[in-house]
């Protein structure tokens, strides 16, 4: 039983438009933070959120790059999850966005 010549290439690129999602980031105002990588990212969000704590009259104490946390508030560590991997650290205050 044979048919007309399956061209493999154009039914595998069907078959993955079909089963890839919407890119919902197009047109959003963050889409440069999304095609960063992860390092990238992850910087971004810890400087936001000292920046941001700042500006509402937190005082914030950066961590260094040897230090295993990444900003302190008072005695309190804390670490910053914003990019899209990465371990969680065993520090109780963890704050994650991604």
Sequence with gaps: ??????????????IIREHTPENIWIDSLLIG????????????????I???LGNCGIKVENGSRVDPIDF????MKFEVKTASLG???????LIMYV
């Excluded at 302190?72 to 005695?75: K, P, Y």
């Design 1 to 14: 039983m044979a048919g007309a010549p399956i061209n493999v290439v154009a039914l595998l690129q069907q």
């Design 33 to 48: 933070y999304r095609v960063l990588g992860n390092t990238n990212r992850g910087e971004i969000g810890e400087d936001f």
């Design 50 to 52: 000292c920046r941001y």
């Design 72 to 75: 302190r508030i008072g005695e």
């Design 87 to 93: 371990g969680q650290r065993d520090i109780p205050n």
